[in-house]
């Protein structure tokens, strides 16, 4: 189905690897592409619940983008490049009404970085290096990695990252706010599955609207205050509502359909 991933379907949850190991997993045309599908999947099939978005092999998530496609881009290709990908993969994978978390196994730098910041958080194992080294090349990230960054680690931050190109290992990451946990690499996969398992337990609608409020805070929209009050009173119409509080005044454990 996918010539540059693997995808397997783990108890509702997609395990989507990106499968270059020879090229360090990088991002070409090819990955962007069959991305953008595998996550109308994850947003139009109901035994999807979740995803985790991972490299293959032990070196690298995605180490960055093939620059060898950019070298003949002119102005226009090269704000169509950031736009095709920004709305075909980035803002598709931020705005998920599913959870999607970011498997960080080893480097994950320039377009890797904004791969895993663009997921709704990030487990990183202890190998893990995250960077914005786009200055290098002339270039900034493209790919919502000044808007992200910022918003994850603070503008102090992420202006000394993105203008030194300075690579950061996982323990610094986690301190700063850009990944939630750091596990062996070999736990990694089931620290990812072990968070999504208990987010299964919890209603599917109500999860829905936390992604967008949470994503309207770090876009500072000003709607957000009036947008969480709209999406509270939705929760009142659905059956998951009506199952939650009935499973909480009856001490048992709810049943949640999504619905």
Known sequence: MYTTLLTELDKGTLVITVNRPDKMNALNKDVIQELGKVMDEVYGNDEIKTAIITGAGEKAFVAGADISEFVSLDYSQGTALAKAGQDGVF???????????????????????????????????????????????????????????????????????????????????????????????????????????????KAPVAISKVIACVNDAANCDPAGFGNEITRFGECFTTEDMKEGTSAFLEKRKPAFKGK
């Open 91 to 201: 803002n598709k994978i931020e705005n998920c009404p599913k959870p999607v978390i970011a498997a960080v196994n080893g480097f994950a730098l320039g377009g890797g970085c904004e791969l895993a910041m663009s997921c709704h958080f990030r487990v990183a194992s202890a190998n893990a290096k995250f960077g914005q080294p786009e200055v290098n090349l002339g270039l900034i990230p493209g790919y919502g990695g000044t808007q992200r960054l910022t918003q994850l680690v603070g503008k102090g931050k992420a202006m000394e990252l993105m203008m030194t190109a300075d690579m950061i290992g996982a323990d610094e990451a986690k301190a700063l706010g850009l990944v939630n946990h750091v596990v062996p690499l070999e736990e990694l996969l089931a620290k990812a599955k072990e968070i999504l398992q208990k987010i299964h337990t």
